[in-house]
């Protein structure tokens, strides 16, 4: 049978235990904020990544068509020199250029084509890009909202907790809660029952004194502990 100050003490942990439970778990909260903050991040990146690469191409195209416009100008005017000239080797010489000219159009008009075509498809491949990740990231803000819920839950959780733990440690004495705080600073739990005359914290065998004390059968031992790993220990029946 447990002593007074013992059940006192397991009452003290449980509120303890339920204390320390809720400030890990608002503790967790801005990192979990964090993490999701982060994933948004990359969503956003790929979606600039993926316009950054659509207004690449489109400028390639601008580029392309300013070139050919000066291909088609610099054709046009050795047209006009040509039909000015009476040398023969300057007819030929500018019949030589307007022929360069025009295949140097020809080639900047495929390479046109082909950044049209790519463009088509970039466009494509963004706005089906952009719809999901615009998806994600609405998926990411509600569960930010939902952590901050959480947040606020759990603080008001905390709160009530701290006061019931201010309660349980009321009726100890300071020798007593001293010697609970102590363990409480370095271990948890800070109560553990005896299993076969084994310590239920590191499992090792307690001297018979802590044994017979937390059967309540040495007066003189107040608060049993284990002999190995300083924890309060009681008899479970």
């Not at 030929?92 to 088509?120: C, F, K, N, P, R």
Request: hydrophobic share 40%; glycine share 6%.
């Amino acid at each position: 049978m447990l002593t007074p100050v013992l059940e006192t003490l397991l009452i003290l942990q449980d509120r303890d235990t339920r204390r320390l439970g809720l400030e890990g778990q608002l503790k967790a909260v801005p990192r979990e904020i964090a993490a999701v903050e982060q994933k948004i991040a990359a969503e956003k990146a790929a979606i600039e990544t993926a316009r950054l690469e659509l207004r690449e191409l489109e400028t390639k195209k601008k580029l392309l068509e300013t070139e050919i416009g000066s291909a088609e100008d610099k054709q046009a005017k050795y047209k006009t020199q040509q039909m000015q000239v009476r040398k023969n080797d300057e007819f030929q010489a500018l019949g030589h250029e307007i022929t360069t000219t025009q295949e140097a159009i020809g080639a900047l008009e495929e390479q046109e084509l082909q950044v049209m075509y790519l463009i088509d498809e970039a466009k494509k491949k963004f706005a089906a890009a952009e719809a999901v990740l615009k998806q994600n990231i609405a998926g990411h803000e509600a569960r930010i909202r939902t952590l901050r819920e959480r947040e606020v839950n759990v603080a008001a959780e905390l709160k009530a907790a701290q006061g019931e733990v201010v309660t349980a440690r009321t009726p100890l004495d300071e020798p007593t809660l001293r010697i609970y705080d102590r363990i409480a600073a370095q271990k948890q739990p800070v109560c553990v029952p005896l299993q076969g005359g084994k310590c239920g914290g590191c499992h090792l065998k307690v001297s018979s004194e802590a044994e017979s004390a937390s059967r309540g059968k040495n007066p003189d031992i107040k608060i049993p502990i284990c002999d190995q790993c300083g924890r309060i220990v009681y008899w479970e029946a």
